[in-house]
């Protein structure tokens, strides 16, 4: 499926996507419904996340572990799509797998790129990271670059340190993931399209899909993924184990709606959730 301008109001569903789609959730296009989203068991031997939402235009599907459907069902069905696939919608499927010490997240916006909609001006600050000096990384500052899993990186280096960096794994057949994160002081140069661009580039060269993830509240990313020429594709929720059975809060919003607007605090601090402890390890 082609795609007009920038995600031009259609969803970008070239058939390794389709193919992702179909393999994170163990069925096909023709499984997905809008009122109410349909709920699905795994079948045996299956390997992916043990619940996982992913929400097209025609609709929604939801599958999940077998011992789960009993209690998700109902949270699922009396609940619209736009509420499901929402911090609400997380809070609530935490209800039924937190308890089994599984988390809920999303939703999350998922992002492909190929030939067909890339846009890399090729910038000289770049250069490419082999595998043996990702192992150098910090990889608490570089936390979105996929410590032990990157088969290659993107980096811009000033003054001898490392200030961007885009990582890239092998998530599937056909498919390379691209994770970026931008060192505070060195934010607002374009550093994070520069290393997504190059990074993309190499994947796309390789004959293979780029994807890139981000949440709703990070504007700066998904701004970022987008004038590289990753198009949306769909949004998913999901759960996985991790942060001792704790729930992940997402943060709050990130970025200006343009340079130099002015932000405020809508709500005073004591309405914001006095419940939250730091993230493990940070």
């Known amino acids: 499926m082609s795609v007009t301008g920038q995600d031009g109001g259609r969803l970008f569903l070239p058939p390794g996507v389709v193919t992702m789609i179909e393999s994170t959730l163990g069925a096909g296009l023709d499984a997905f419904g809008a009122d109410p989203v349909p709920v699905i068991g795994q079948a ?8 996982a939402g992913i929400r097209l235009d025609r609709g929604a599907l ?8 009993e209690k998700l069902r109902p949270v699922v069905t009396n609940m619209h799509a736009d509420m499901l696939f929402s911090t609400f919608g997380a809070y609530e499927l935490a ?13 999350v916006f998922f992002f492909f790129g190929d030939a067909s909609t890339w846009n890399d001006p090729a910038d000289p ?11 150098e990384v910090d990889y608490k ?23 961007a960096l885009a990582g890239v794994l092998h998530y599937g057949d056909g498919v390379e993931e691209i994770g970026m994160d931008v060192m505070p002081e060195a934010r607002g140069h374009g550093l994070g399209r520069a290393t997504v661009g190059a990074a993309g580039t190499a994947i796309i060269e390789r004959g293979n899909l780029a994807l890139a993830t981000t949440s709703p509240w990070n504007v ?24 001792d059975g704790a729930f992940p809060m997402p943060a709050q919003p990130l970025g200006r709606p343009y340079p130099g607007a002015r932000m405020v605090n809508y709500y005073p ?10 993230r493990p390890g940070m």
Do not use: K
């Not at 939801?62 to 459907?69: F, G, Q």
């Not at 701004?223 to 996985?240: C, E, H, P, V, W």
């Open 44 to 51: 045996p031997g299956f390997n992916g996340l043990p619940l």
């Open 62 to 69: 939801v599958s999940a572990r077998n011992d789960w459907l």
């Open 95 to 107: 209800r039924v797998t937190q308890p089994d010490g599984f988390g809920a997240w999303g939703p």
């Open 125 to 135: 600050r770049v250069v490419r990271i082999g595998e043996d000096d990702l192992a």
């Open 141 to 163: 500052r570089f936390w979105h670059c996929y410590y032990g899993e990157a088969h290659e990186g993107y980096g811009v280096i000033e003054d001898g340190e490392l200030v």
């Open 220 to 243: 700066p990313s998904a701004r970022t993924l987008r004038s590289a020429g990753l198009r949306y594709s769909y949004s998913q929720m999901m759960s996985f184990d991790g942060f």
């Open 269 to 278: 601090h004591w309405a914001m959730n006095q419940d939250v402890e730091p």
